[in-house]
């Protein structure tokens, strides 16, 4: 069936360097993707969006990168600081009318 | 930081106990979901809600239950907890926007523990 994955499941970082966290889906009908962070003990926190007509968005330290060629999609996090710990998110759906489908989830721990 | 509220944070109960667990929203969001989510692992949809006395079940079946009398609440019900419902519920509103997907804005979640 259609699923949403993460590439890898951990991934650690030095404080100042940049992250980037990978996520596959493949469902081709896929219009809306969206990242989440979900910090420990606490429900998931919208990051960042984009639609199927973009291929790059940016928002505060974070930049989403859709390849709708190959069904993949990234959040790059610049100058990762202690505070971007958490599990990351992606999620997608077809349409306004369907359901989210969540990946497994990524767990990003930053090193001072 | 979206306005949506569960209650109670976490919750040790004893198998047999009826349990609900409520969510609130401040933001006159139409559409209303619940997920289950244990430790470290992705999130299920149970159930979801377009608009008042609308619910539907969702893709992972479960033995709880919604109502959506009003707008803002959304009430999950347990009618006899069982450990094997020990897990994570985590609430979510969203607001339909005619044909344009929407984000989903989540509660901090309800941690239950069934003994």
């Known amino acids: 069936g259609e699923s949403v994955g993460l590439h890898l499941p951990t991934l650690s970082v030095q404080e100042g360097d940049n992250s980037i966290i990978n996520c596959a889906y493949s469902?081709?009908?896929?219009?809306?993707f969206i990242w989440y962070k979900q910090e420990s003990g606490k429900g998931p926190q919208f990051i960042i969006d984009?639609?199927?007509?973009?291929d790059k968005r940016q928002g505060q330290r974070v930049t989403v990168l859709l390849n709708k060629t190959v069904k993949h999609l990234s959040l790059q996090i610049a100058a990762t600081q202690p505070g971007d710990s958490a599990v990351y998110f992606c999620?997608?759906?077809?349409?306004?009318?369907?359901?989210?489908?969540f990946g497994k989830g990524t767990l990003l721990t930053v090193n001072p | 930081e979206a306005d949506i509220y569960q209650t109670p944070r976490y919750l040790v109960i004893g198998t047999g106990k009826k349990i609900t667990l409520e969510c609130s929203q401040t933001?006159?969001?139409?559409?209303m979901y619940w997920y289950q989510q244990d430790p470290g692992m992705e999130l299920h949809l149970i159930h979801y809600?377009?608009?008042?006395?609308?619910?539907e079940k969702g893709d992972l079946s479960s033995e709880s239950t919604v109502s959506r009398i009003r707008t803002e609440h959304f009430p999950l019900t347990l009618e006899s907890a069982r450990p094997s419902h020990t897990s994570q519920y985590l609430c979510?509103?969203?607001?339909?926007?005619?044909?344009?997907?929407?984000?989903?804005?989540f509660g901090p979640g309800t941690r239950l523990l069934v003994l």
């Open positions: 933001m006159g969001h139409d559409k």
């Open positions: 469902n081709s009908a896929s219009d809306y």
């Open positions: 999620a997608e759906t077809p349409g306004s009318n369907y359901k989210l489908t």
């Open positions: 979510a509103s969203s607001e339909a926007q005619g044909g344009v997907q929407e984000t989903q804005y």
């Open positions: 809600s377009y608009g008042v006395n609308s619910t």
């Open positions: 984009i639609r199927s007509n973009m």
